[in-house]
C-alpha cells in the first residue's frame, strides 16, 4: 500500500477540480483522481454549459486565483423573470437594489480551462488521470481505494476520501448510501446564439408549459441559451435547422431581447434530482453532484456544489493548523451541520420552483401572479431573494465573502 494521504478527491470535474485547489498550501498531502485524461475536451463536465456564477462564486474564484480581473466572465446586473400566460413579472436590477452585480456567466469549457490552469501551478498536488475508482474499502484509521489507471491497478490509502465524482457517483454507490431520484421528464437544450443588441449584463428567465428558457449574456452580441423541452421531444428540437429552431426560442421566449440569429450547436441535457440520503459515511464526505444534483433552474447546480467544496476546505485547513485528523467524526459532523441549511433550502428552493411554474391549476396560476407583483413591488423582498440568488446562503465560507 502506499504512503497514507490525508485526502483523496475522486473526481476532478469542476467542484472536485475547485476543491483541489482550495486545499493548495493547507498543509495536507492531497490528491485528485479523475476517470479522463486532464484535458478539457475529455472532462464531461467542461461542457457546452453556460454557468451562472453567484456573486460568492466569483469572489472564491477569484480568491482562489483560478479567475482574474481579466477573466471572460460577464457580470450579470438585471434579470427579467416572467411566466407565459400570467400576468405580471419581477425586475431585478442590482444597482437600483444598492448592490454589485449578482454574479456572472461563464461558459463551463472557460472556467474548465482556468480550473485545469490552476491546478498545474497546485504545489504537491498528487493528479491521477486517466483513474478509475473501481474499490473502496473504510477503515479505522484511514480508507484503501483501488483504482483502474489504464488496465494497471493502484491502491491509495487516505485518511479522508472526497466524492466529487457526479450524478451517478461511484463513490456513493460503494458506500451503500441512497439517494432519492426524480425524473423531471425533461431535456435543457444548450446553445449559444446571436441577439439583435448587445444584453448589457442583462438575462431572461421565461416559464412556459413545457418548462422554462434562459437567455444569458455572454458579451457584444452574444447569448447563451437554456431551452427546456420534453425529454421526448428533445432529439427532433436539437435537430432542427437553424430557421425552425429560433422560431421554436422566439415561440416560447418571446422577442424581449429583440431578433435572434446564429445558433450554435444544440446538446441536450436530461434533468433529474438525485438527492443523497446521506453525505457522509466513515471518513468519507460527498460534495457538488454527488452529494445533491438540481434542476438547472435557478442557476444552483454549481454554486451549491462550490459552496460544499468551499466550506470543506475551511474545515480541513482548520484542522491542519491543528493537527487534527482531517478524517475524524466530529469534522465531517461539522461539515454537515454548516451546510444543512444551505443544502436543505436550496433543494427545496429548485424542486419547489419547477413544481410550482409548471403547475396549470387555474386558482394556482392567480396566486402566483400575484406573488409576482408583490415580488416586483417590493425592493426589500427583492434584495433578500437576490442576496439569497447570490450565495449569501447559511454559513458561507470566507473564501465566498467579499474582501
Not at 422560431?247 to 438527492?275: E, F, I, N, Q, T
Request: aromatic residues 4%; hydrophobic residues 45%.
Amino acid at each position: 500500500m502506499n504512503h497514507t494521504l490525508d485526502v483523496l478527491i475522486i473526481g476532478g470535474g469542476l467542484v472536485g477540480a475547485s476543491l483541489a485547489i482550495a486545499l493548495d498550501g493547507a498543509g495536507l498531502a492531497v490528491a485528485l483522481a479523475e476517470a479522463v485524461p486532464p484535458r478539457a475536451d475529455l472532462q464531461p463536465s467542461y461542457d457546452e454549459r453556460n454557468l451562472v456564477l453567484a456573486r460568492a462564486s466569483m469572489h472564491a474564484l477569484l480568491a482562489l486565483g483560478v479567475l482574474d480581473a481579466a477573466s471572460p466572465a460577464v457580470p450579470l446586473r438585471r434579470i427579467h423573470v416572467s411566466r407565459r400566460g400570467d400576468f405580471g413579472s419581477v425586475r431585478l436590477d442590482a444597482a437600483a437594489l444598492g448592490l454589485p452585480p449578482f454574479g456572472a456567466v461563464l461558459p463551463a469549457r472557460e472556467l474548465g480551462n482556468a480550473l485545469l490552469a490552476r491546478l498545474a501551478r497546485c504545489s504537491g498536488l498528487l493528479r491521477m488521470a486517466p483513474a478509475t475508482a473501481v474499490a473502496i474499502v473504510p477503515g479505522e484509521d484511514a480508507v484503501e481505494v483501488e483504482f483502474d489507471t489504464d488496465g494497471a491497478r493502484r491502491s491509495m490509502s487516505a485518511r479522508l476520501v472526497v466524492g466529487a465524482d457526479g450524478a451517478t457517483s461511484f463513490v456513493r454507490e460503494h458506500l451503500g448510501i441512497g439517494a432519492e431520484r426524480h425524473d423531471y421528464g425533461q431535456s435543457a437544450i444548450v446553445t449559444t446564439l446571436t441577439t439583435e443588441r448587445p444584453l448589457d449584463g442583462q438575462a431572461y428567465e421565461r416559464f412556459t408549459d413545457s418548462g422554462p428558457v434562459a437567455l444569458l449574456p455572454l458579451g457584444d452580441c452574444r447569448a447563451g441559451l437554456v431551452l427546456t423541452v420534453p425529454a421526448t421531444e428533445a432529439g427532433r428540437v436539437a435537430a432542427l435547422d437553424d430557421a425552425a429552431f429560433i422560431d421554436c426560442v422566439h415561440a416560447r421566449l418571446g422577442w424581449r431581447a429583440g431578433r435572434l440569429s446564429r445558433p450554435g450547436r444544440r446538446k441536450p441535457y436530461p434533468l433529474a434530482r438525485c438527492l443523497a440520503a446521506r453525505t457522509t459515511a466513515r471518513r468519507c464526505v460527498l460534495v457538488g453532484n454527488a452529494a445533491q444534483t438540481v434542476h438547472p433552474l435557478g442557476a444552483q447546480g454549481f454554486n451549491l456544489g462550490l459552496r460544499d467544496a468551499l466550506t470543506l476546505a475551511e474545515l480541513l485547513g482548520e484542522a491542519a493548523g491543528a493537527g487534527s485528523d482531517p478524517g475524524a467524526p466530529d469534522l465531517l459532523a461539522r461539515h454537515v451541520a454548516r451546510r444543512a441549511p444551505d443544502r436543505a433550502a436550496t433543494t427545496a428552493f429548485s424542486d419547489d420552483l419547477v413544481r410550482l411554474m409548471g403547475n396549470e391549476f387555474l386558482p394556482l396560476r392567480a396566486l402566483r401572479s400575484l406573488g409576482f407583483q408583490a415580488l416586483e413591488h417590493s425592493a426589500p423582498l427583492k434584495r433578500r431573494f437576490a442576496l439569497r440568488g447570490m450565495g449569501y446562503r447559511g454559513d458561507v465560507a470566507a473564501a465566498g465573502l467579499a474582501p
